[in-house]
């Protein structure tokens, strides 16, 4: 029985170290600066680079992130501060609710409300969908880390005579911050590798981009455009462009462990 | 002086306080007493409203601090907390905050800056819980590496530093060891001298040595009230006489 299920412990991390050794192996040789500050050369050119999906992926996961954090936040401390329980308990399941809906899903909407209005694609539209993806994770963990903090220290504050909206603020929020910290840093993980919903929102662009109204190129998008393109160069720039992603959403997993880790040995200290 | 008349307290409808009529006299240290489950945290979190915050409690009756009603209309809250202090049966000190920044949270998070004056709070509040030589070297730690009553005595100096007329303390020994607990006792003495200590214990000996006044809760009325020695020596009620010889609780 325990060789039984010792087998299957292997054969569930196989697929890890299989894409790893994989990734690495095809992507290794498309690593170089050239990947990070070159574009894109017309096919059947050798060389370039991806330095157009890798900023527009920055710019774009980044606008999502400025707003989706702060809503994300607001909404869990309200829920879980001043909320009475019956609206908390609903606003709650909404966002479960919003939480298993399908990416490309939420860029239809993003697609709805922003791209046919504006008749074209655009990095904000992207930014929009990416958003609306990653508020509920936001909001889940930031609850689910609020939760942690003991009663007895909101109790505390109260009974010291500091409002509400203090006590929230400097008093759970603070004691939550790791944990809040790293379910942003797996939010953004998240939503940095959404293929589908950029499909008809942020669209793609050969060239660098900075104007949020226009269309731009997302690293797993063009990641997908490269792969399934019959040019060698491209699928080599596509492994190059999936280990830097890879490589970015491994840092911020790591740096998320960290962090709690960090904290706690403080908190032993 | 702080006092209720007619005080009674539910729970989604199921009283637990029936009644309560008691004074807390200014400068005395009065001690709630009783069996598990007879009211006595219960009637001690309406002093300073806590109740408040807890959906489906409902309190009725009055509670007076120098004549005035603290759930009167225009009474705030947190305004009233901040003239009745808590201090709760485990201690709570905030793990995120040094020893210092523990101290004077209730100064700080209500807006106070100077940084003089927080200093000068902090100083006198942790000297007033007989904190300050045990701690004076480490005001920038966590007050986690204190001990369980050092951690408590913090709690107190904390509650201290807002100047509160009354302190009101949830079984603040039962967590401790005896030495931390006589520490915390022989605190009581001096805090006597400038604010209102009312007291729930489950320990009669404590009731008995710590306070001036005591009140006999059983099934959440009150059964009797009067001087401690008194109390003690000769009780007037039958149900009291049985609960501190120890005959039931």
């Known amino acids: 029985m325990e060789g039984v299920c010792l087998l299957a412990a292997l054969i569930a991390v196989v697929p890890l170290f299989a894409f790893l050794w994989h990734l690495v192996a095809m992507g290794a040789g498309a690593f170089s600066s050239a990947l990070f500050t070159q574009l894109p050369l017309p096919p059947g050119e050798a060389g370039g680079g991806l330095k157009n999906a890798i900023l527009g992926s920055v710019l774009v996961v980044g606008a999502a992130t400025v707003v989706g954090i702060p809503v994300g936040i607001g909404a869990a401390v309200f829920m879980t501060e001043f909320a009475k329980p019956r609206v908390a308990a609903t606003l709650r399941f909404f966002c479960d609710v919003l939480s298993g809906i399908p990416s490309i899903v939420m860029g239809l909407l993003a697609f709805q409300i922003l791209v046919r209005p504006m008749h074209h694609f655009s990095a904000l539209s992207g930014a929009l969908a990416l958003g609306f993806i990653m508020l509920p994770v936001v909001v889940i963990t930031t609850q689910e880390m609020l939760h942690l903090v003991p009663h007895s220290l909101r109790e505390a504050g109260h009974a010291l005579g500091i409002p509400a909206w203090r006590i929230a603020s400097s008093i759970s929020v603070r004691a939550a911050a790791p944990g809040i910290i790293t379910g942003i840093l797996l939010s953004i993980s998240r939503i940095a590798g959404e293929t589908a919903p950029m499909l008809f929102t942020a669209f793609g662009n050969p060239f660098m981009s900075w104007d949020p109204r226009a269309p731009i190129a997302t690293l797993p998008h063009t990641i997908f455009n490269y792969a399934i393109s019959p040019y060698e160069d491209w699928h080599r720039l596509a492994w190059g462009g999936a280990l830097v992603l890879v490589l970015g959403i491994l840092g911020a997993t790591l740096l998320s462990r960290f962090i709690l880790w960090w904290h706690q040995r403080s908190l032993r200290a | ?249």
Not at chain 2, 53 to 82: F, H, M, N, Q, S
Not at chain 2, 96 to 117: H, P
Not at chain 2, 175 to 190: G, M
Not at chain 2, 203 to 225: C, H, K, P
Request: proline share 5%.
């Open chain 2, 1 to 249: 002086m702080l006092a209720c008349h007619d005080l009674q307290i539910e729970f989604n409808r199921v009283p637990v306080v029936r009644g309560i009529s008691l004074d807390f006299p200014a400068r005395k240290i009065t001690a709630i007493i009783g069996p598990s489950g007879c009211g006595k945290s219960t009637l001690l979190r309406a002093f300073n409203r806590m109740h408040d915050l807890t959906p489906g409690a409902r309190v009725t009756g009055t509670v007076t601090l120098d004549g005035r009603d603290i759930y009167g209309k225009a009474e705030d809250a947190v305004l009233v907390r901040r003239r009745i202090g808590m201090v709760f049966q485990k201690p709570n000190p905030f793990p995120t905050m040094s020893i210092f920044d523990n101290v004077i949270a209730g100064l700080r998070l209500v807006g106070v800056r100077n940084r003089g004056t927080l200093r000068e709070a902090a100083e006198s509040a942790l000297m007033d819980a007989a904190l300050w030589d045990e701690v004076k070297d480490r005001l920038k730690s966590n007050p986690m590496s204190l001990s369980g009553g050092q951690q408590q005595r913090l709690c107190i100096a904390r509650a201290l530093a807002v100047d509160p007329k009354v302190l009101l303390m949830d079984e603040p020994c039962s967590a401790l060891d005896p030495i931390a607990t006589a520490k915390i006792e022989e605190l009581l003495f001096r805090l006597r001298e400038r604010l209102s200590v009312v007291i729930v214990t489950h320990n009669m000996q404590q009731a008995a040595r710590v306070s001036d006044y005591t009140a006999f809760l059983w099934m959440g009325q009150l059964i009797e009230t009067g001087l401690t020695e008194k109390m003690f020596t000769n009780p007037k009620e039958r149900t009291t006489e049985d609960y501190i010889t120890g005959r039931f609780g």
